[in-house]
């Protein structure tokens, strides 16, 4: 009997509903029913167990899952909300339910995936795993040598150093560089550190899947494409302890002059 029950949040985002750090919201807010009764966080489900959410029954899908590589548009907001004014759900306007799987942040453009598949949006998202995203920027002040160094050898934000990466210049004023780590405005946040504002951010691929569809379009992922995704993110965890970030290891704090800090000394 063990064997058939499921995680509330883990049989929510195999119904395509939403994602599982969504269902947990649902279930913290009291919104989530298993028959009739307003269930705690970690609870169980079996396959005859009725699942509400608001009220609406939610069913196990059967059919294929979605699978959408869309090219955002500066703009649009990555959120499910549909409250939000030019939210990503609105603007596609596809005839069932999907949700992002990240986030590209507004005034960004490129590459995100949609989906209805919620069971695999752990798996790509967790840092730790080590999935590639590649993105063109574009700055405000001519590149330097020093800057491509430093971006590439980590820098300190958000108190840690970001990792090492890969970083190539373009042209005067753009450069590609690719991420393992997905740290909030990371490449902006890495600019403006170094003395630089970013002017244009581009995402053009995750993982396996480059972009080459027009802004403001998308197609589907194809079979060939679907298969070897699963192949590249099958060594990532996708248990309920994955979804929740684990403890770094111990490090010795560094501590990072204040950048123009002289310039308000008093005298």
């Known amino acids: 009997m063990e064997d058939n029950l499921k995680r509330l949040n883990k ?19 009291g919104r989530v029913t298993i028959n009739g009764i307003v269930p705690e966080m970690g609870t169980k489900v ?11 029954l939610i069913v196990e899908k059967n059919e294929k899952p979605i699978y959408l590589a869309f090219n955002k548009p500066v703009g649009i907001e990555c959120t499910t909300n ?8 609105d603007y596609i306007n596809y005839p069932k339910r999907i949700f992002p799987i990240g986030r590209l942040d ?17 798996k790509i998202l967790r840092a730790r795993n080590n999935h590639e995203k ?19 050898n980590g820098v300190p ?13 373009i042209s005067k004023y753009t450069f590609k560089i690719i991420l393992t780590q997905g740290l909030n405005r990371q490449i902006r ?16 691929r995750i993982i396996n899947i480059s972009l080459d569809v027009p802004v403001g379009r998308y197609r589907k992922l194809t079979d060939a494409e679907i298969k070897e995704l699963n192949q ?13 970030p684990k403890a770094e290891p111990t490090r010795r704090k560094i501590e990072f002059p204040r950048r123009n800090e002289s310039k308000f000394r008093k005298k």
């Not at 063109?136 to 971006?151: A, G, L, Q, S, W």
């Not at 993110?233 to 994955?242: C, D, F, H, L, V």
């Open 82 to 89: 549909l409250d939000v004014r030019d939210n990503i759900v």
């Open 157 to 169: 934000i958000l108190e840690t150093v970001t990792r090492k990466c890969k970083v190539e210049q």
């Open 106 to 122: 507004k005034a960004s453009e490129g590459l995100i995936f949609m989906t209805n598949d919620g069971d695999i949006v752990n």
């Open 46 to 56: 079996a396959p005859d167990d009725e699942v509400r959410i608001d009220g609406k």
């Open 134 to 152: 590649e993105y063109t920027v574009t700055v405000n002040r001519p590149i330097t040598d020093r800057f491509i160094e430093r971006m590439g």
């Open 232 to 244: 590249l993110i099958a060594p990532s965890s996708k248990t309920e302890e994955a979804s929740l």
């Open 11 to 29: 049989f929510i985002g195999e119904t395509g509903y939403c994602s599982r750090r969504e269902a947990d919201k649902l279930i913290e807010e």
């Open 189 to 204: 946040r890495m600019c403006e550190y170094l003395g630089y504002e970013v002017t244009a951010l581009k995402r053009i």
